[in-house]
């Protein structure tokens, strides 16, 4: 417990936020997020429901997400006709998280 609250301390009067030296430390960094799990999940929960009722050839798995990444992104970056209807708006943040999934499928 004394760890933890020294931690705290130290994090807040700024001991962890100072700028690197030259002297080749590397801090350390969290994990980056799942771009991948993070897309599954928007595309399960904005569009799934209706592609399973109208898209049938079109539900998004874990499996396929990757093959239809081209067309994901041309329906909702480049045309903005996904997803349909006044109901699926994607936030802000679901659609930073699906740009991160696939800038990270174009860099590979």
Not at 86 to 102: A, F, G, I, P, Q
Request: net charge positive; glycine share 4%; hydrophobic share 35%.
């Amino acid at each position: 417990m004394k760890h933890l609250i020294l931690l705290s301390i130290m994090f807040v009067i700024g001991v962890f936020n100072r700028p690197l030296s030259t002297n080749n430390i590397v801090p350390y960094s969290f994990p980056q997020e799942n771009t991948q799990e993070n897309a599954y999940i928007i595309l399960m929960d904005q569009c799934n429901g209706c592609h399973i009722t109208k898209q049938r050839g079109m539900v998004f798995t874990r499996d396929n997400m990757n093959r239809y990444s081209l067309a994901i992104e041309q329906q909702v970056f480049v045309k903005k006709r996904m997803p349909k209807g006044k109901k699926n708006k994607l936030t802000s943040t679901e659609l930073n998280k699906l740009r991160l999934w696939l800038d990270s499928l174009n860099n590979h």
